[in-house]
């Protein structure tokens, strides 16, 4: 019997002006192999992680505890875990890792709605636009209710645009770069947020190139956020033909391209950047997980 695999995909959260709302699934992963279902009753997480480098907080057990146990005499599982998403780098590795360990618990105690999964997940992550893309994969929008129910729309990405996504090599928590963003924000920066966010929808619904370059301006939280990320507002300003738009991913400090071809002529262009600020960095380019 082969093994069973959960594999779950990193993701880039706010793109630009749709904080805590949007979500993109990135062709980046996190695999868990189930290596042995052991029935001995006690419904524990027994993981080895492959590459030798745990977190210094482990997400997949956190997530794998969050639900009471539901069946009588559940079976203990031993995982082992291998990630390609770099922690702490705005690329949802988090939440990656709350989906994974969610999963796992399924495995124990039997299935759970989408709905149920997202919810717990949002309650562990507190905000829902990576957990959605890891959940669901593609573009989502996510709204989370007076009730805390979270909705998810989904929404065609086209599958030629790819992202090169810059990571310079800084340590920036998520709790850092939350704490630097206002409580409260100018109304009229809200307002071009919401202007910005809806063309950006369209546009990408509409594949229209022509309007997409502007749609990505935010004035909610990449402006506070630039004193602790390198380079981040001349890369926002890169000009280069097949740029489609530049953001911040996430919480940072990487910074993600959308590109409609040439994918390596500008990875050439932001490593040429971030060599020019001598801040040293690493480029990649992927698909978008849909």
């Known amino acids: 019997m082969s093994a069973h695999v959960i594999r779950v995909p990193a993701s880039i959260g706010n793109l630009g002006p749709g904080f805590d709302t949007l979500g993109l699934a990135v062709a980046l992963y996190l695999r868990v192999t189930v290596r042995r279902r052991i029935p001995d009753g006690r419904g524990r997480l027994v993981t080895r992680f492959v590459d030798g480098r745990p977190p210094a907080r482990d997400g997949i057990a956190r997530a794998f505890r969050v639900w009471p146990l539901r069946v009588p005499d559940p079976p203990s599982l031993e995982v082992d875990v291998e990630s390609q998403i770099p922690g702490g780098a705005g690329l949802g590795s988090s939440a990656a890792a709350t989906i994974a360990g969610l999963r796992l618990r399924e495995l124990c105690d039997g299935a759970r709605s989408a709905e149920e999964v997202l919810s717990a997940a949002c309650r562990l992550e507190r905000h829902p636009d990576n957990a959605a893309a890891a959940l669901f ?7 989370v209710g007076e009730d805390g129910r979270v909705t998810v729309a989904r929404w065609r990405w086209p599958a030629i645009w790819r992202l090169v996504i810059a990571t310079p090599d800084v340590e920036l928590p998520t709790v850092a770069s939350r704490r630097v963003i206002p409580r409260k924000i100018p109304l009229q920066d809200v307002v071009f947020n919401l202007q910005r966010l809806a063309g950006l929808l369209h546009a990408i619904e509409r594949r229209d190139v022509s309007r997409m370059a502007a749609t990505f301006e935010d004035r909610c939280h990449q402006p506070y956020r630039e004193p602790l990320v390198p380079v981040l507002r001349r890369a926002l300003a890169l000009k280069h033909p097949d740029i489609l738009g ?12 959308f590109v409609r071809r040439n994918p390596a002529s500008v990875a050439r262009a932001l490593e040429a950047l971030y060599r020019r600020e001598r801040v040293p960095c690493t480029v990649r380019t992927h698909g978008v997980h849909q």
């Open 137 to 143: 994969g593609g573009l989502t929008s996510s709204s």
């Open 246 to 257: 530049v953001c911040l991913s996430g919480a940072g400090p990487s910074l993600v391209a």
